[in-house]
C-alpha cells in the first residue's frame, strides 16, 4: 500500500501550491473584505490547466483524476476558502455533471468552455423551503413544444452571478417523486427570465459569490436537457459523492492552513524567555491539530481513490466530508487560540479559516445527515 502521491499528482500540487502562496494568499484577506469575487485568479487557474483537472482533455480538460482534483482543492483551501469553495463548485457541481451525462453536442458546447477555464460553472439544486430535503422542490419545468419552461426559485448557489451556465434541477413529473426532476443547462447570459435576486452576505466566504437565482418563464430548447427526462435526481446523488469529497478536500486546506499558521507563530512568539511552542499547553494543541489535518487528509485521498477506481464512495466520502470538515473548525478554533489576541484580528488568517470552515460543516450536506447517510451505508 502506497501513501505517496504519483509523481504526476506531485507536480501539480507543487506547481498550484507556488501560485497560491505567490498569487492569492497575498490578496486573500482583501477580497474577503471587499466582497470581490476573484476573477483574476481563476483566469490565471485556467492559464495553469486546472480548471478542468478531471475532464478529460479531448473536451478542454487537463486528464487528470479526482485524487488530483481534491489535492488541488486542498491547496487552495490552504489558503483561501472562497477561491477553494468557487473551484470546486465549478468543476465538481458545474462542470463535472456534464461530462458524466451529456451527449457530444452538450459536450461540445457547454463543457469544453468550462474544462477549459473560458467560463464559469454553477449548479443550481437548493431552494427556499427545501432544506436537507433538497429533493421537495418547487422550480417546474413544463414541455411546450420543443421547449421546456421553466420557473422557480433557488437558493445559497455559489457562482451564479459569474457563471457562463448553470446546471438547474426542476421538476418535470410532480407526480413521479423522486423520478419526476430532471436537470436542465441554462445560458445566464441570453436565456430571458434568469435573474440573480440576491447576492448574500456570509460570516465567511465572500469573495464567493453565494446567490438566490429567479426563473421566470425561462424557455430553453429541449436539446439542453441533460439525460432524459427524470434522471436529474441520480446525477443529484451521483454529483453530491463527488461534492462530499470536494468538501473533505477544502477542509483539508482550511485545516492544513489555520495548522501552518498556529505552528509558525508558536516557534516565533516568545512568552517568558522561550518559544510558546516549549510550553506544554501550546505543543499539546499543535500535534493534536497534525493528527486531525492528517485523518482528514487520509480520508479524502481514501475517497478520492475508490471514486477512480470505480467503487462505490457513499459510506467514504461522506466520512471524510463529515471528519475533515469538523477537524476544519476545531483546528482554526485552536489556531485562534494559539495566536491569542492576534488571532482574533485580520492581520492574522485563523480567524479567516475559522469563520470559512462552518460552512463546510453545512454545504453539500450539513453533519446531521452525513451522520444518517453513514448509518444508512451500516445498515442502521
Given amino acids: 500500500m502506497d501513501f505517496d502521491l504519483p509523481t504526476e499528482h506531485q507536480m501539480i500540487q507543487e506547481e498550484v501550491r507556488r501560485f497560491c502562496d505567490e498569487e492569492i494568499e497575498p490578496i486573500a484577506q482583501d477580497i474577503e473584505d471587499e466582497h470581490r469575487f476573484p476573477q483574476e485568479i481563476f483566469d490565471q487557474l485556467a492559464d495553469l490547466d486546472v480548471m478542468g483537472v478531471p475532464i478529460d482533455e479531448e473536451y478542454g480538460g487537463l486528464g487528470g483524476d479526482t485524487l488530483m482534483y481534491a489535492v488541488v482543492a486542498e491547496e487552495l483551501g490552504r489558503v483561501s476558502g472562497s477561491v477553494a469553495l468557487s473551484y470546486v463548485a465549478h468543476t465538481s457541481l458545474g462542470t463535472k455533471p ?190 493534536h491539530m497534525e493528527r486531525q489535518v492528517e485523518r482528514a487528509r487520509l480520508l479524502t485521498h481514501k475517497s478520492a481513490w475508490q471514486y477512480d477506481q470505480g467503487e462505490s464512495v457513499t459510506k467514504s466520502s461522506s466520512l471524510a466530508k463529515l471528519d475533515a470538515s469538523e477537524a476544519a473548525r476545531k483546528v482554526a478554533e485552536e489556531a485562534v487560540q494559539v495566536l491569542g489576541g492576534y488571532g482574533y484580528t485580520e492581520d492574522f488568517s485563523p480567524q479567516r479559516f475559522m469563520r470559512d470552515a462552518k460552512l463546510m460543516e453545512i454545504g453539500e450536506g450539513t453533519s446531521e445527515i452525513q451522520h444518517l447517510v453513514i448509518g444508512r451505508e451500516l445498515g442502521l
Wanted: hydrophobic residues 35%.
Fill in 98 to 287: 456534464l461530462d458524466l451525462f451529456g451527449t457530444p453536442e452538450q459536450k461540445e458546447e457547454w463543457l469544453e468552455p468550462l474544462a477549459s477555464g473560458e467560463g464559469m460553472g454553477a449548479w443550481a439544486l437548493t431552494e427556499p423551503g427545501s432544506g436537507s430535503d433538497a429533493s421537495d422542490m418547487d422550480t417546474m419545468a413544463v414541455k411546450d413544444g420543443d421547449e421546456y419552461v421553466l420557473n422557480g426559485t433557488k437558493q445559497f448557489i455559489t457562482n451564479a452571478n459569474v457563471a457562463n451556465s448553470v446546471l438547474v434541477k426542476a421538476v418535470t413529473d410532480p407526480g413521479a417523486g423522486y423520478d419526476g426532476i430532471s436537470t436542465f443547462i441554462v445560458d445566464p447570459e441570453n436565456d430571458d427570465g434568469f435573474s440573480v435576486s440576491t447576492v448574500w452576505d456570509k460570516m465567511g466566504l465572500n469573495a464567493s459569490p453565494t446567490c438566490e437565482i429567479q426563473l421566470d418563464d425561462v424557455r430553453i430548447p429541449e436539446d439542453r436537457l441533460l439525460g432524459k427526462e427524470g434522471e436529474g435526481w441520480k446525477q443529484t446523488m451521483k454529483t453530491l459523492d463527488g461534492g462530499r469529497i470536494s468538501i473533505a478536500a477544502i477542509s483539508t486546506g482550511l485545516a492544513q492552513g489555520a495548522y501552518e499558521a498556529a505552528k509558525s507563530y508558536s516557534k516565533e512568539r516568545e512568552q517568558f524567555g522561550q518559544p510558546i511552542s516549549k510550553f506544554d499547553a501550546i505543543r499539546d494543541k499543535i500535534v
